[in-house]
């Protein structure tokens, strides 16, 4: 598609002679107005500015942007019969194409030229005297390369003429055509197809986050474009019409009935687990959650709950004990704790910060994301929940979860999963930009720490070094009481009380806070679970408040039976959404 602009640039002289009988110099008096006017623009992208210089020469151009009105009251140059360098000089700007000129004369005597970026002659009007006489038009029309132009306009009358003093108007048109651009959302050099602007100047197309390529097929991760490395997560990252290709697979069996075990007679191979599906196998009836291995076999009732391969049998040493010459008591077991936990799901468990004010709020804001510039938003000292480099972070327990990935960690353990009412973005790269401050851009892996040996705050930024990791550290000035940032300054000498030991082991402490300990609802999560994977002789049920889990309790390493693992399963698959009925789920819980 082809968007047409249309500029314009006219200025217009008069002056008048202060006395026509000396041989002398005359003053002059103009007023120049320079009108800059766009018409029709299918699309309403940057527009180029025209301009008009008002010196003595082309060292003294000054550039004028759209929509600027210039007034100059004493202008002009007076020369006797000769194409002199003196004369007064407009600049203005040339996208490659046609450009029309129109030379209109009023009166007295004048001659123009048209000069290229370096002052030389690249045409003249007219072409061999000097334009005297009645009111003349002149047009002309130009194809001309992008760039600097120039017009010199010469304006003269002889020693002892009455001739009127010179009036003219200048006005140049050019209808240009613009370039098509594709938006680039998440800064990966590769444009959306299907999101296109058209801009006349590079330039603007760059800063309005547009880029000539468009064949990313998916413009808002910055992981996956052309070309991109193929990673277990579901997606098209190389942009090839292929998932997860050559990636290593696992057998996943299907379970319908959501107890964690599957079918072994249904099964399927992928990178990652699909849903519905698990990696073990073995029930024997998958629309019944309470039969699967493991689960307690009610004797003599016709169902094989634990998938033994048949009913448990009643018998009398199930419900009878002989008598013994020791305290009855001690032959008796006694029956375990129930554990209810009551679990907040509402939606501000998705946020990251826990801050001594407005509710947990950081100035009014529930997200980091919201106030990048603000250092205390991004200090554990404020926001409880934000990285601490002196706490270590550790993967989520049950055996299932390892160390993040270091460069590119999830930033949910459990990845995308619809079903369950999360969608995180996959997998972060710790070197991208999160913001961009003082002219340093702020990877994703950094944080703030307090040095009291300098008093002030620092930003340490954590980035890949080759085959290693390493460290920028920049004392922070900021002001007001949140700690907006004024200045950064690179400290190549960092205080003791700020330098990182081992990058690389920072590097990995972040990465692990990132995808396991972010947000309130990943650190409740963490907790709960490493109680309950630290338990046992007791059972334990979960309810949350606004129903995305509501298990019935199950034994933890209690009457020879061990749910642990399903119990993990069902509460790191909470998800945080909604309002806070607390009341509402106190009473749920007691009925």
């Known amino acids: 598609m082809n968007t047409f602009k249309y500029n314009k640039i006219r200025a217009m002289e008069k002056t008048s002679p202060m006395n026509s009988n000396k041989h002398t110099w005359f003053f002059m008096q103009s007023i120049l107005l320079i009108i800059l006017m766009t018409a029709i623009c299918i699309f309403s992208g940057s527009q180029n500015a025209w301009a008009a210089d008002h010196g003595d020469s082309l060292a003294t151009a000054e550039y004028l942007t759209l929509g600027t009105t210039l007034t100059q009251s004493d202008w002009g140059d007076w020369d006797w019969w000769s194409d002199s360098s003196n004369g007064d000089w407009y600049e203005f700007d040339v996208l490659a194409g046609d450009v029309d000129f129109t030379f209109h004369r009023h009166e007295g005597r004048l001659k123009i030229y048209v000069r290229d970026s370096s002052g030389n002659e690249i045409g003249r009007y007219p072409q061999n005297n000097w334009w005297q006489g009645g009111s003349t038009t002149l047009t002309y029309t130009r194809t001309m390369a992008a760039g600097k132009y120039y017009i010199q306009i010469l304006n003269t009358r002889k020693s002892g003429w009455s001739a009127p003093a010179p009036s003219f108007d200048v006005m140049v048109d050019q209808l240009v055509s613009g370039q098509t651009y594709y938006r680039d959302s998440d800064i990966d050099t590769y444009g959306d197809p299907n999101v296109a602007s058209v801009f006349q100047n590079p330039g603007d197309a760059t800063a309005a986050g547009y880029v000539l390529d468009n064949t990313d097929c998916n413009d808002n991760n910055n992981l996956i474009y052309p070309g991109a490395p193929e990673i277990c997560d579901n997606e098209d990252n190389d942009c090839d019409g292929s998932v997860d290709e050559g990636i290593a697979q696992t057998t996943y069996y299907r379970d319908d009935d ?152 999830m930033a949910h353990p459990l990845g995308y999963n619809w079903s369950h009412g999360y969608y995180n973005g996959g997998t972060y790269n710790m070197d991208s930009r999160f913001e961009y401050i003082d002219g340093v851009s702020v990877n994703i892996s950094h944080y703030y720490v307090w040095s009291s040996d300098e008093t002030a705050p620092y930003l340490v930024n954590l980035y890949k070094s080759g085959a290693g990791y390493a460290a920028n550290y920049y004392k922070v000035d900021a002001h007001g009481s949140e700690g907006w940032i004024d200045n950064l300054t690179l400290d190549g000498t960092p205080p003791g009380d700020v330098k990182v030991d081992d990058p690389a082991a920072d590097r990995q402490n972040f990465a692990n806070w990132f995808k396991y300990h972010r947000t309130r609802e990943l650190v409740a999560k963490a907790a709960l679970g490493n109680v309950i994977t630290n338990s046992e002789g007791i059972l334990v049920g979960i309810h949350s408040i606004n129903y995305s889990v509501r298990e019935t309790v199950q034994p933890i390493h209690a009457n020879g039976l061990d749910e642990t693992a399903y119990i993990l399963d069902r509460l790191y698959r909470v998800a945080a959404s909604g309002g806070t009925p607390l009341r509402n789920g106190l009473e749920d819980v007691g009925q």
């Open 258 to 409: 959501g107890d964690g075990y599957g079918d072994a007679n249904q099964t399927l191979s992928a990178c990652a687990a699909p849903e519905h599906y698990v990696t073990t196998f073995g029930d024997c009836n998958d629309s019944d959650g309470s039969i699967h291995p493991g689960a307690f076999d009610v004797c003599d009732d016709g169902i094989d709950q634990d998938c033994s391969g048949s009913d448990r049998a009643c018998s009398a040493s199930d419900v009878c004990a002989d008598l013994a010459d020791i305290p009855l008591e001690t032959q008796i077991e006694s029956a375990p704790p129930i554990v209810m936990l009551l679990l907040d799901d509402s939606g501000s468990m998705a946020w990251d910060v826990v801050c001594p004010e407005n509710g947990g709020e950081f100035s009014g804001n529930s997200n980091v994301n919201y106030v990048e510039d603000a250092w205390r938003s991004q200090w554990a000292g404020y926001n409880g929940i934000y990285y601490n480099p002196e706490t270590t972070y550790e993967p989520w327990s049950g055996g299932v979860f390892s160390n993040a990935d270091i460069d590119n960690p």
